[in-house]
């Protein structure tokens, strides 16, 4: 039975195996008489002795020449001999046949077998000095190819934060690398970001939950776990915690390697303008858009929300969707990675909080979009969490001063309450909505349900724009002519008398007009328009044209 530890696996060594197909021990006629199942086994170094004492010089590792005279004449020497070195965990013994042994003794060679420790002879004799600088060459060769792949990826990194894609491209950077999900963690062991690989079935988060969080203690064998330098007095603080998990294909020293280079360059852009704070709201806001968009299936959402720190209670979730202006998403303070996000997502859950019910809040800063989930006690709710929601979304993006002095105001679209999959596709609906609803008149939000044909005509309007133009030109556009060249407007007049549904009286009320004024304003509408404004498919076309015209330039 084999007890002898692993050889430490270094970056750079080679395989027993490649060391006995070079040159120098090739020379030598190996044959390999004892542990051939473990010539993967890496080579560490290559030392050459001949005392009896050697296991107490070696460190594990490595592949020891001898000529045998240290080996000792009397079996239960031997024994121990080989029994010493295997617990030492050397990589190999390599014994050249002649000087010291015609054959190797069976003791040397029985307890080499039981022990599992790759015992070769050599019918020939060799230089040692050749058989070391060989090997060492080809270590050192190999290091130095470990140092070259991580180097490319320490510059793909650099490249990606240089160019503005922050902490969450390098994880994907690392992430694809290594073939394996990536965590970014805080210190006491949350977690701020997730990146899996894209080929890759296992979702980042329940590949969290599953090794990970079960973890926190001691981490799974063959995790690589990097301290990210900064965010504490002393030369020794930790201001996070890269976590390679091998949940898909084992991890290498290389990857190690490019773990901890990119850590150097992760401390320098966390210590900029609270990070940590924004990696966590896109983490979150990552999870929102996956959710939406089918990549989670909603029988898998609970768990993971709950990794991210949203445990709602028995009743329904309600969906909503924050669109910033555009203006606002493309500035300065809200650039990726220039810390915008973060004071937005803090302001933005400082106000949240008064509402009292629990909030799963996060950021897509591309989209400059803000997807949050809200835990309801009940459906009967809804109109009344909608209303303080709304008011403290927008509380949220005052405070963080986004709102620029005469900017319009950000949409808060609302989807309808139910369960993890309702709310997969109201998060979906929401935030195309939003987009819609974009130049709408000013509301403090906006229910989803109630905007489906402005997200129609939106579609329409991204699909063919032309054909949309041209269906408002013709419907309306000798109306939008009339109001260049003459006064008073009639737009407004038929928007107005549209929205009562065609009741005079209501009509002239708003527009603070007598009743005759009025009928002859829509008397010249239709003469304009050629149009009946009592017929109902007209009605429908006016309106459905008064609604695109804002999407029209």
């Known amino acids: 039975m084999d007890s002898s530890p692993a050889p430490q696996n270094v970056p750079g060594g080679i ?52 000529t045998g005279y240290g080996i000792g004449t009397r ?24 000087q010291r042994f015609a054959r190797l003794p069976a003791a040397l060679v029985d307890t080499a077998r039981a022990a599992g420790l790759p015992l070769v002879q050599l019918h020939r004799e060799v230089p040692f000095v050749t058989v070391t600088e060989e090997i060492h060459t080809e270590i050192v060769n190999g290091h130095y190819a470990l140092l070259q792949r991580a180097e490319e990826v320490h510059r793909r990194c650099t490249e990606a934060l240089l ?36 080929a890759d079935v296992a979702d980042p988060l329940q590949v969290w939950q599953g090794m990970r969080g079960t973890h926190q203690d001691e981490p799974p064998g063959g995790a690589v776990l990097v301290d990210v330098p900064g965010g504490g007095p002393g030369a020794g603080s930790v201001r996070a915690r890269l976590v390679l998990l091998p949940a898909s294909a084992p991890l290498a020293p290389v990857h190690r390697i490019a773990a901890e280079r990119a850590a150097g360059s992760l401390a320098v852009v966390l210590m900029q303008a609270r990070q940590e704070e924004e990696l966590a709201a896109r983490g979150r806001g990552d999870f929102l858009t996956d959710l939406a968009e089918g990549r ?85 709710e809804r109109v009344t969490v909608a209303e303080r929601v709304g008011a403290a979304l927008r509380a949220g993006v005052e405070r963080a001063g986004m709102r620029r002095a005469g ?48 997200l129609l005509l939106w579609r ?21 002519e009339h109001d260049k060249r003459a006064k008073p407007p009639l737009l407004p007049t038929l928007q107005i ?26 008397a010249r509408i239709g003469e304009l328009l050629a149009a009946d404004l009592d017929d109902p498919q007209t009605v429908l076309a006016l309106s459905l044209a008064l609604r695109a015209r804002r999407h029209v330039p």
């Open 75 to 98: 079996p239960a020497e031997q024994r121990a001999f080989v029994r010493k070195l295997a617990e030492r965990g050397i990589a190999a013994l390599v014994i050249e046949l002649g």
């Open 460 to 480: 329409l309007h991204c699909h063919d724009e032309e054909a949309l133009a041209a269906f408002v030109e013709r419907a309306i556009g000798p109306l939008q």
């Open 15 to 66: 395989t027993v195996q490649r060391a006995l197909e070079l040159p120098g021990l090739r020379s030598g006629l190996p044959e390999v008489v004892a542990g051939a199942d473990r010539l993967q086994r890496t080579v560490r170094w290559v030392h050459a002795g001949e005392v009896p004492n050697i296991a107490s010089l070696l460190k594990g590792g490595e592949l020891l020449l001898s």
């Open 497 to 522: 008398y549209l929205a009562h549904a065609g009741r005079k009286a209501e009509t002239a009320r708003e527009l603070h007009l007598n009743r005759q004024t009025l009928y002859n304003r829509l």
């Open 163 to 198: 160019g503005g894609g922050g902490v969450p491209q390098v994880l994907r950077i690392l992430a694809g690398f290594s073939g394996n999900p990536v965590f970014l963690e805080t210190v006491d062991g949350q977690l701020l970001y997730a990146a899996g690989v894209a």
């Open 296 to 380: 989670i299936a909603p029988q898998d959402a609970p768990a993971q929300a709950r990794v991210l720190g949203f445990k709602p209670g028995q009743g329904p979730l309600l969906p909503v969707v924050m669109r910033l202006p555009e203006a606002s998403a493309n500035s300065v303070g809200l650039s990726p990675g220039g810390g915008g996000w973060a004071v937005l997502a803090r302001a933005v859950s400082e106000e949240l909080a008064s509402v009292g019910v629990p909030v799963l809040l996060g950021v897509r800063p591309v989209e400059g979009r803000v997807p949050l989930l809200i835990g309801l006690r009940s459906e009967g």
């Open 407 to 454: 900017a319009k105001a950000s949409v808060v679209v609302v989807g309808g309450a139910g369960g993890w999959a309702a709310a997969a596709a109201g998060l979906r609906h929401a935030a195309e909505t939003a987009t819609a609803a974009q130049g709408l008149e000013d509301r403090a939000w906006y229910d989803a349900r109630r905007l489906d044909i402005d």
